[in-house]
């Protein structure tokens, strides 16, 4: 067998065939002609017999390893006109257009980075962490399940921080599936208006959902004030989110017949950063009175406070022990806590929960804890959403697990620099995406 069979048979690329291999300093690379004859737009399809001048491109594209040698395709490509896109080098069918890597080699990156770190991956493959983040953006927006907004009824919406400064991304997950099926860049009212804008696009432009959109190209069709609501905005049933403005404003005005659930886990939530408050301004009391040592040991409680009971350490246990003893603010603000907690936990009627609540923020609002005085009014306001979440049992763990699973991946996205490579990551992972290695994966060598 000649060398230019075998590597044609080695690399398996779909729609060429290997015109030479050279070996040079710890790199093969495969010179490669392709079979067809027209010439095929990269970016929509399009394909003409004409050239568009005789002018040639050299390309290259990073493939899989061969062993430890670095394996790099190279083409001579034509340049064709495009009546959509104008004057552009042809596609090739192994790679994907605009990349510097064959599709096996990015299928091999975005399945590595659902799973491994970025230290794993970057010298593993002998790429860098951005190169990751424009692959999986590209991968992310092939790979998308474009029927992920269909058939929607029982979803949640949600922010996560995605890099320091307070940069959100907004996730909508599918309870059912438990998937998160759509997100982009930003948080609040704007976000969710986007996200509606897309479940039901304006007529003539069903696009497959793109989550990967570009800041700053949000096409916002505003729909009229009186606006109708969209087909597939009516038959979601029930929306749990957090307590802000933002997301109900939006689901008011697209979806009105949905059930705005206030997820539990949010509410507690709140009580623990109550409880957080109220244990800051004790600590800085206690700074104040220049008992250092006694300010000292109380900032190691926090966990003991923050902790739920039963996932204490036996000297955490101890020290919250000591405090409820000591019986201070810190003490009832944490009782509260606890409280609601309860009240909130799995297993109690929706009625029930309906009496508790109401107790509870007569409580607090008796319990001279600012935090908490403010904590029962911000329960009051939302008690509809909270026990419509208890009513309907809102699978606030399921949900709660898929939100955290969500926020893990963000941490590992925090070395990109842009939201889009960040939201791809999460999308990778916890959304409708089925990923599979080049040798799995039949559709990549037909
Ligand atoms: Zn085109």
Known sequence: MRVTAAFSRLLQLDGVWVRAVRFERRRVVVEVALRRRRLVCPQCGYSTPHRHNIREVQSDWRHLDLGVWRLEI????????????????????????????????????????????????????????????????????????????????????????????????????????????????????????????????????????????RPGEQAKPELAAESMVGERAATIEAISMDMGPGYAKSVRRHAPQAIICIDTYHVIALANKALDEVRRVYWNELRALGDPDAAKEFKQARWSLLKNPEDLTDRQAQTLAALQADGGTVARAYTLKEQLRAILAPGLTPTQVAALLTRFC??????????????????????????????????????????????????????????????????????????MLPHEDIHLHV
């Open 74 to 213: 190279r083409a001579t490509l034509r340049r064709l006109v495009c009546p959509e896109h104008g004057v552009l080098t042809e596609g090739v069918p192994f790679a994907r257009p605009g990349s510097d890597f064959t599709r096996d080699f990015e299928q091999l990156v975005a399945w590595l980075a659902s799973k491994a770190d970025k230290s794993a991956i970057e010298r593993m493959l002998r790429i860098n962490w951005r190169t990751v983040g424009r692959i999986i953006e590209r991968v992310t927006a092939d790979e998308l399940d474009p029927d992920c907004l269909v058939d929607l009824s029982d979803i949640s919406i949600d922010e996560v921080s995605w890099r320091k400064g307070h940069r959100y991304l907004t996730l909508v997950g599918d309870h059912r599936r438990r998937q998160i099926v759509w997100g982009c860049d930003g948080a609040g009212q704007d976000a969710a208006d986007r996200f509606f804008a897309e479940l039901d696009p304006p007529a003539g432009d069903i696009s497959a959902p793109d989550c990967t959109e």
């Open 362 to 435: 007569s409580r607090a609002s008796r319990s001279r804890l600012a935090p908490f005085v403010r904590l029962g009014r911000t329960i009051r306001k939302h008690r509809q959403g909270i026990l419509a979440a208890v009513r309907l049992k809102v699978n606030n763990a399921r949900h709660e697990a898929l939100n955290n699973k969500a926020r893990l991946v963000t941490r590992r996205a925090y070395g990109f620099h842009t939201a889009q490579a960040a939201l791809a990551l999460i999308m990778l992972t916890c959304g409708p995406i089925t990923l």
